[in-house]
């Protein structure tokens, strides 16, 4: 006689559908009040309570990545699968994943010179983007002359 060890199968709500609907809309981070927000202007129905429940399971399953603002405001995310991080515009909030090879090369390395194992981590890169910070450097804004 074997015995399973799966765990029972979650029931899918109209809410999750819709809360997980909504991240997938947008590319970039968002709070649980904004993403509420989104949903109510859509029309759907919804309490701010099951947003927050629905994206800390989200996040638990790594369905969406959470970014902390300086602040302490979580920000949620769907990202792609495998490990990543985010390069985020301070101003605007635009998203890229980047990958890290040198990262992971570096926290391996400190891990072991420590004697730590098992070792996860987060990197977020935050900057401007081209589009906030308008032209770059060595380029000349020019002005009719009249």
């Known amino acids: 006689m074997s015995t399973s060890t799966k765990e029972p ?3 899918t709500t109209r809410q999750q559908l819709a ?3 909504e991240l997938g809309r947008h590319n970039d981070f968002c709070s649980a009040q904004e993403l509420h927000a989104r949903l109510r202007e859509r029309g759907t129905r919804v ?3 099951t947003v927050y429940r629905v994206l800390t399971v989200m996040a638990a399953d790594g369905e969406v ?3 902390r603002t300086d602040e302490g405001e979580a920000r949620y995310r769907r990202c792609s699968t495998g490990h990543h991080h985010h390069l985020v515009c ?3 909030g635009r998203t890229v994943e980047v990958a890290g090879p040198g990262v992971e090369t570096w ?5 072991a010179e420590h004697g730590f194992v098992d070792v996860d981590h987060t990197l977020e890169l935050f900057g401007t983007c081209s589009g906030c910070a308008g032209p770059g450097p060595g380029t000349a804004r020019t002005e009719a002359s009249g």
């Open 9 to 11: 199968r979650r029931r």
């Open 19 to 21: 809360v997980a609907d």
């Open 47 to 49: 309490g701010l309570a």
């Open 65 to 67: 990545d959470v970014l």
């Open 90 to 92: 301070r101003d605007c």
């Open 107 to 111: 926290s391996e390395r400190v891990a």
